[in-house]
């Protein structure tokens, strides 16, 4: 299947706008496995970090990529290792649960580091969502 730019951004798009929807920062929170099965469901493991998006969260998608500004720095809430992440609403309304990985582990969300450690800051400078 190829999907045409233009509907593939619209898509990235809606990802963007349900992120700023509630009018406040949306977040980017890390737990620890095992992942849930999907965003409506509780994560049921302990909160390792929650970063804030800027508001707005990007400045749009373009050529099947969506790129954020850098989020907030945040500090780590738990000890663990960093299984999953979920974006959601300022309101914590679930929007999409991805898989957390080591850089070019080919997870959804790869980090130089998995392993949080209470108290530590995490500043996340570059992220995007692309559209195949």
Do not use: C, H, K
Request: proline fraction near 6%.
């Amino acid at each position: 299947m190829i999907i045409a730019e233009f509907v593939r951004d619209a898509r990235l798009q809606a990802i963007a706008d349900a992120i700023d929807a509630a009018g406040a920062a949306g977040r980017l929170r890390f737990y620890p496995a095992p992942r849930v099965g999907g965003p409506a469901i509780a994560p049921g493991v302990p909160l390792l970090l929650d970063a804030a998006f800027q508001l707005p969260s990007s400045a749009g998608a373009a050529g099947g990529v969506l790129v954020f500004d850098p989020l907030d720095e945040a500090l780590v809430s738990a000890n663990g290792i960093a299984g999953w992440a979920r974006i959601t609403d300022s309101d914590g309304v679930g929007i999409m649960d991805l898989d957390v990985g080591l850089v070019d582990s080919g997870a959804e969300v790869e980090l130089d580091n998995v392993v949080m450690a209470i108290g530590a800051a995490v500043r996340i400078d570059i992220a995007s969502l692309t559209e195949p």
